[in-house]
Structure formats: C-alpha cells, structure tokens
C-alpha cells in the first residue's frame, strides 16, 4: 500500500533558526505534492504547491523541492508566527494522502 | 475571495448518519476544480475522505467507501457529504476544500466544523 512518510513528527528549534521537514513516499509521484501549515484551531494554509511552487502571499523564507519519492520544506529563518504544525499532502495516488504533521515548538 | 463554510449538526448519534454541507462563495462549483472533503480527529492528523466534480465524479477513500457519499447542488453552489452508520471514530473536526486545476493543492479551505458522535 502507498505510504507517506513525514518526518520528524516534533521538532524544538529558535526564532532565526533554519528548519527542514521532510515527505517521503513509498513510490514515486512526480511533483505532486503540497506543503500547509496549520496553526491552533485554524484550517490548514497552503504553502507550496506542485512540490516548489511557492503560494501567492507566502513569505519567501519558505521554500519546498524534491521530486519522485524525496521532497523537503526548509524555513530559511525562523519568525515566531512561523511556530506551526505543518503537513504534507501527495496528488499522485488516491486516496490523497497526508503525511503524519510535523509539530514545530519554539525551543 | 473564494470562501468556503461548512454547515450541518455538531453531534451526531452513534449508528447515525453524519450530514454535512459546503457553501461556496466567490467561485462557481461548476468550474474545473475538484471539491472535497478532509477530516482531523482531536489532536491528530489530517485524513482525506472524498472528492467530487461538478459532472458528478466521485473518489472516495477506500476505508470509508462503503460509508461514504458526497454530492454536488449546482442550483445552490453547494456540495455535501454524507457518511453512515458512524462510530466514535469518526468524531472530528471536518473541512471542506477546493483543489486548484492542474496544480496539486487544495488553495481554498473552509474553517471546519466539530461533528461529535455521541449519545
């Protein structure tokens, strides 16, 4: 079955701090993958699309790559709204799978 | 600005069927994008219930399929979903979201609704 790995579940790290998440997929999807955010009591907010597609609006201290099985989120440096949940979510195979969340903690 | 609202009862009996809808603003629902819906138990993760075109096409998850319906009102803008003989399990926060045409991303997404299973 088609899986969808994110990782680290939980990460501590400081304001100017650079940061990154990673999605791995059991099989290869293209670029068909898209990175949110999703704060306390809040809908997810889309971040990058098509892997390293940055969305209109979207600080440019975010950035995604990675295609096939291997994709990476990085925060350049670190502001404090940026202390988050974050997810990934893969468009290549249904169902649309998202990866487990990465829980990022001011440390 | 495309905005989405999800409506429907916060609690639902257990066995019962948990109904739901999305009013879409902004946009038409019979434009090109896919419509779906995403659900997130308390303190968990994002799960994918479902999709469905304005023509009428549907994809669901396969855990959910035998449960699971969603529908399209083009008259009122709206699409639904239905899930039957719900659990406890299926207590969660439930959104609705739009897809981009061409792009892998749901770019809108409304604020989410609590639907509680419980008696």
């Known amino acids: 079955a088609f899986q969808l790995t994110q990782s680290p579940s939980s990460l501590s790290a400081s304001v100017g701090d650079r940061i990154t998440i990673t999605c791995r997929a059991s099989q290869g999807i293209t670029s068909a993958l898209a990175w949110y955010q999703q704060k306390p009591g809040k809908s997810p907010k889309l971040l990058i699309s098509d892997a390293s597609y940055l969305e209109s609006g979207v600080p440019s201290r975010f950035s995604g790559s990675g295609s096939g099985t291997d994709f990476t989120l990085t925060i350049s440096s670190l502001h404090p709204e940026d202390f988050a949940t974050y997810y990934c979510q893969q468009f290549n195979t249904y169902p649309y799978t998202f990866g487990q969340g990465t829980k990022l903690e001011i440390k | 600005q495309v905005h989405l609202q999800e409506s429907g009862p916060g609690l639902v009996e257990p066995s019962g069927t948990l109904s739901l809808s999305c009013t879409v603003s902004g946009a038409s629902i019979r434009s090109e994008n896919w419509w779906s819906w995403v659900r997130q138990p308390p303190g968990k993760g994002l799960e994918w219930i479902g999709e469905?075109?304005?023509?009428?096409?549907?994809n669901y998850h396969p855990s959910l399929d035998s449960r699971v319906s969603i529908s399209v009102d083009t008259s009122k803008n709206e699409f639904s979903l239905t899930l039957t003989s719900v659990t406890a399990a299926d207590t969660a926060v439930y959104y609705c979201?739009?897809?981009?045409?061409?792009?892998?991303?749901?770019?809108?997404w409304g604020p989410g609704i609590l639907v509680t299973v419980s008696s």
């Open positions: 979201a739009r897809d981009r045409p061409g792009v892998s991303a749901y770019d809108y």
């Open positions: 469905i075109h304005h023509g009428g096409n549907t």
